[in-house]
């Protein structure tokens, strides 16, 4: 029995009338959700509001479901924090070196932006906060034990918040502190003091967990289950970066999906790896093995939203064949330091915006002295575009063909465009990037180096702003 079927049955029998949830699964025609996406740009600064459209005509006669608040979940995304004790490092040598040639996360002021950002979900006081994976730099034991410390003031003002490992928090082998110009080991953490240290952030409120991974299925009210997937690789004793599901865990998650159907309930999955592959060319380590079975098995259950983090880089994707749409947060430590604002409808509509994290304003309240924090508007483009920098000159240096001057002009050009690329912006300069000389040079002269590809693929993936998406 189709979903939308089962509820008229539910109606007709007298029973209390409920708001139309996913469709239906399978062929039956007529009551597939309208799935558009609107071509406009909306500042992305607050939890989207209903459309005039979408309020034109109603009255008090209406039924009380359409009224109920409870019709809107809000759900805020944040993803690949990548929290570092402040304890493991003296900020000296080793540390700024690896910050300055790093993936271009603000190690430095991790501490700070995290702080904020939690203050921020308490002042928006939504449904439920989802941090998706990778919630410490290598998994230092330490980082996790006060990140989760943080994790409680949010609980505690009234929000859950719900947590799952990424690549980088489980059986790390670059579990490191700073001193100096040394770095020096420090405690990994196992899956089980994984679990141990998040229970209250999803795992000792859940309807069932998985028994071979760390993946959980969370009641959110009484029309939604957020389904959380551990996709890491760690049960070899050390880290992959890629991801994976194992058999026993897809046949775990039919489970889960068939008894969601059965009550009436949507379902919203969450992973740290990607479904889609969002990047043409770092597909590898970003893409789930095999991602076609999870594809098939959700787009058979009449799923439509996939939520993941992991590439850093703001984006959305919607799955060829079937209305099924991934949306990527980037990583909330990253310039310009966002996260996701998702408005998720009993009728599986949604809509989806991002928001930067108020550094400065955090700053100010909190009586900090830093200029980066207090100027964080303008030191954190620099800071990430520097970094770009440093990490195109390492491979153009190698190049003999290419001159000094060519070289310094391809690394200011790759780092302005991966930059609004990380955004989700890219789409803002793609027309001067097309004719700017440093496009010919890498074209030509950079032909031999995977940036060149990337380059490429940034500037075909250019087609829209990645900040915003509705699902009708």
Known sequence: ????????????????????????????????????VEDVTIPPETFPEPSPEETEGKNETESAEEQ???????????????????????????FQYDVEHGDGRLVTYIDQITDAFLEEVME???????????????????????????????????????????????????????SGSEKYEVENTSPEQFREIYREFGYDESLSEDRTTLSYVYQLDDMTRILMLDTCQYSQGYAQVGGAILTDTYDWIEEQLEDAWEQGMN?????????????????????????EQLVDILTEWDINIFLSGHLHVQHWMKEEDHDLYEIVSGSMTTPDCRYGLLVYRDDCSFSYRTKE??????????????????????????????????????????????????????????????????QGKAVEIREDALVDRAYALWDSKGYMTVLRDYVVSILDDADRDYNYLDVE
């Open 124 to 178: 928006k006081d939504p449904d439920v906060l989802i941090l998706s994976g990778d919630l410490s730099t290598n998994g230092e034991k330490v980082s996790h034990e006060e990140l989760a410390e943080k994790l409680r003031r949010v609980e505690a003002a009234g929000i859950p918040v719900l947590v799952i490992p990424g690549n980088h928090d489980i059986n790390s082998q670059r579990a490191y502190g700073y």
């Open 68 to 94: 109920d608040p409870g019709f809107e979940k809000k759900i805020i995304l944040g993803s690949d924090i990548h929290y570092l004790s402040p304890g493991l490092t003296d900020y000296g040598e080793a």
């Open 267 to 291: 379902v919203i999955p969450v992973a740290h790896h990607n479904l889609l592959e969002e990047s043409e060319v770092y597909t590898v380590d970003c893409t789930i093995e095999h991602s």
């Open 357 to 422: 994290v108020d550094v400065e304003g955090w700053a100010r309240e909190n009586g900090r002295t830093e200029k980066e924090l207090l100027d964080f508007g303008e030191f954190r483009e620099p800071f990430l575009e520097q970094v770009f920098k440093n990490e195109a000159y390492g491979v153009l240096k190698k190049m003999e063909d290419i001159t000094e001057e060519e070289r310094l002009l391809m690394c200011d050009y790759y780092a302005r465009l991966n930059y609004m690329y990380y």
């Open 1 to 36: 029995m189709s979903r939308s079927v089962w509820r008229i049955c539910v109606i007709l029998a007298g029973t209390a009338v409920i708001f139309s949830g996913c469709s239906l699964r399978g062929d039956t025609e007529g009551s597939k959700t309208s799935v558009t």
